[in-house]
């Protein structure tokens, strides 16, 4: 994996991370009706982005050479 697929796969996973903890945040501003388990995922996903991404720019992730 090249440099520039890294940044895009980082950049990709930390966005992701940042719409997933900018829904979870507004489940609560709004008081939405959505099951524990919803909200339960969306913090998930938020944090194995965020982390994902963290650690893809730090130089892990698939092939790294």
């Known amino acids: 994996m090249n440099r520039g697929q890294r ?3 980082s ?6 991370g940042v719409v997933a903890s ?3 945040i507004l ?5 939405a009706h959505v099951s524990d388990a ?3 995922k969306t913090l998930c996903v938020a944090f194995g982005a965020i982390t ?14």
């Not at 950049?11 to 992701?16: E, F, G, I, P, S």
């Not at 489940?27 to 008081?31: A, E, G, S, T």
């Open 38 to 40: 919803a909200v339960l």
């Open 7 to 9: 940044r895009v796969l």
């Open 27 to 31: 489940m609560f501003v709004f008081d």
């Open 52 to 65: 994902g991404g963290l650690y893809v720019r730090a130089g892990g992730g698939p092939a790294s050479n």
């Open 22 to 24: 900018l829904t979870f």
């Open 11 to 16: 950049t990709a996973l930390l966005m992701l």
